[in-house]
């Protein structure tokens, strides 16, 4: 039936009611923008969470160089009390090998800190990288847009925001994301400064402007998350910092954080990860401190060790041993005169080396085999003359003394050997 013309402007009119009504759908109170502030504080977490990784390595570092302290005091004890140096007291054997047990147990820890370490900084940096890609997705969608329509709102006034100068923990001046950098940082980092910033009390204005950012819904209408069957229901970002549904944006889009992190696991994992780390690497062990002291320059204040003859290896009964604290303060002037010493000569690790390849020196002194595996036998004054002869090889410089002598090899190097004649004398 052919339409009047009534008709025809009836249906003109429909027509443009709908058109009005379809363009003025995104003047809802959906699709609000979000004030700064909440972005703020996220970005100052996440500065945070990046500084994990230095504290990480500043304590894998700390943790390697009293294993090497304990390493070095054990030897220079060692070598000053030699035999041939002075006379070793059951006191100072039971030292010696208190620092040897001492070094290995924390050569132990520091393999369970270096698992606990690698992984708060794995955790503290997944999560500083959700929040850094989830700022940067709102200020690009703030930064490229004209004043009718952005997503972060300045929190003074109703204006979009103008630069990323507030969210510098996550982007660059120009918007970019912002990297973490290497190194090592002793200063815990404060990853739980801002727990309490996303409470009701603390929220402060957190919606701005209606009808400005299509991120901030997910309905089919005015939301940026349409698919062909309607809309995809609830998003969130910010690893749960931020949730969004088909209805209006409220002040409840932060998740309150005040109590526990468990609405945003990544950050749950980040900080239970970081704060195991502290623990185990501030807790410390007293028995270490103690023995660490020997390394000072002035006079300390020791505490006695109790320990076992089993414990310190020294036999498998279980006989009491007692360090006390004037053997620990003797010990110590000990090796800060050895090691005064060897300074001012060739230095102290020339000094270690030396004592290293004696003993490697002496302890190859093993018999080789001959016909039917019996082992040569050995006069008591071949194996004097042998044992003199690796004390005098490990020797240089002006250390080969008698019954030593320094004798020129092929190569034109000198070597310091023992002089066979002297040494009956």
């Not at 349409?226 to 970002?237: A, I, Y």
């Amino acid at each position: 039936m052919e339409k009047t013309s009534h008709q025809h402007g009836c249906t003109l009119a429909a027509a443009t009611a709908a058109i009005v009504l379809l363009t003025a759908q995104p003047s809802s109170a959906d699709s609000k923008a979000l004030k700064v502030t909440g972005f703020e504080k996220l970005c100052e977490t996440s500065t945070a969470l990046k500084a994990v990784t230095k504290f990480s390595a500043h304590k894998i570092i700390e943790w390697h160089t009293t294993v090497k302290t304990l390493e070095d005091l054990a030897a220079d004890l060692k070598a000053a009390t030699a035999p041939r140096n002075g006379t070793r007291s059951k006191q100072t054997v039971a030292l010696l090998l208190w620092l040897q047990k001492q070094s290995r147990a924390n050569t132990n820890e520091l393999a369970s800190l270096a698992k606990k370490a690698t992984f708060a900084a794995t955790a503290s940096a997944y999560a500083a990288g959700l929040f850094d890609q989830t700022t940067e997705i709102f200020y690009s969608a703030t930064k490229a847009s004209t004043s009718n329509s952005y997503c972060l709102e300045q929190e003074s006034n109703t204006n979009k925001l103008a630069a990323a100068t507030p969210l510098e923990g996550c982007l660059t001046a120009e918007g970019a994301l912002k990297l973490p950098t290497e190194g090592a940082d002793q200063t815990p980092p404060k990853v739980d400064k801002n727990k309490k910033a996303y409470s009701e009390a603390n929220r402060q204005s957190v919606l701005g402007q209606d009808s400005k950012c299509r991120l901030t819904t997910t309905d089919n209408t005015n939301g940026g998350y349409v698919h062909s069957h309607g809309n995809v229901g609830t998003v969130t970002w910010a690893g749960g910092y931020l949730t969004f549904t088909a209805g209006d944006a409220t002040a409840a889009a932060w998740a309150d954080t005040s109590e526990n992190y468990d609405k945003v696991p990544p950050m749950k994992a980040a900080s239970k990860a970081l704060a195991e780390l502290k623990e185990m690497a501030t807790a410390g062990n007293a028995d270490t401190k103690n023995v660490l002291k020997l390394a000072e320059a002035e006079k300390q204040e020791f505490t006695e060790i109790t320990t076992t003859e089993a414990d310190i290896g020294y036999s498998s009964k279980d006989t009491e041993v007692k360090i006390k604290p004037e053997t620990l303060e003797a010990a110590r002037k000990i090796i800060k005169e050895y090691r005064t010493k060897e300074t001012a000569a060739d230095g102290l690790d020339a000094a270690r080396n030396k004592e290293r390849l004696m003993e490697i020196s002496t302890s190859t002194l093993a018999s080789t085999t001959k016909n039917g595996g019996e082992c040569p036998q050995v006069t008591q004054d071949d194996k004097s003359d042998a044992k003199k002869e690796a004390e005098c090889n490990a020797k240089q410089g002006s250390d080969c003394k008698p019954p030593c002598k320094v004798v020129e090899e092929e190569d034109d190097k000198k070597k310091c050997t023992l002089d066979k004649e002297q040494a009956k004398n």
